[in-house]
């Protein structure tokens, strides 16, 4: 027997994903494997790529974010929203007019996690990881954290 799309211990949880590469998509299609509801906001184009494993149980929604009718309509998303992810270079969203302070303004209660692979102001963690994936041993520093921030 198959069990509904969104079931699970996340049922109920609404999160909106801005599509885009390496965690960030991961983290939406765990959640929605967990029965969260997630609308993934893709990047209107010609082109219809469809990448089934990152998209499963999603929803999905072409939007060009630099349009502002579009952005009404992101608006409105995020309105019914719990949760935000995306992961964008750091400023991105804020250059698109959708920082954390615009988007509270619409949501009070929206939770806006950042996943980015830039490291900011350095490139420290970045050289320790690599260094350690082509296996130059170093002393790797305890102080070591995801880069990605929850706001």
Do not use: C
């Not at 699970?8 to 929605?32: D, M, R, V, Y």
């Not at 184009?45 to 579009?70: A, F, G």
């Amino acid at each position: 027997m198959n069990k509904p799309i969104h079931s699970g211990p996340l049922n109920g949880l609404k999160i909106i994903e801005f599509e885009g590469i390496g965690p960030a998509p991961l983290a939406g299609q765990l959640l929605s494997d967990l029965g969260a509801d997630v609308i993934k906001i893709k990047k209107k184009s010609t082109e219809n790529i469809k990448e089934p494993i990152l998209d499963r149980n999603k929803k999905t929604i072409s939007l060009d974010l630099k349009n502002s009718k579009d952005k009404v309509i992101v608006k409105k998303l995020i309105t019914k929203a719990d949760v935000l992810i995306e992961g964008f270079r750091p400023g991105v969203m804020e250059k698109l007019g959708l920082s954390w302070q615009t988007l509270r303004k619409v949501n009070e209660k929206i939770i806006m996690a950042r996943i980015s692979g830039v490291n900011i102001p350095t490139n420290k963690k970045v050289n320790i990881a690599m260094t350690n994936i082509y296996g130059i041993r170093k002393k790797i520093p305890t102080d070591i954290r995801t880069n990605a921030t929850v706001e």
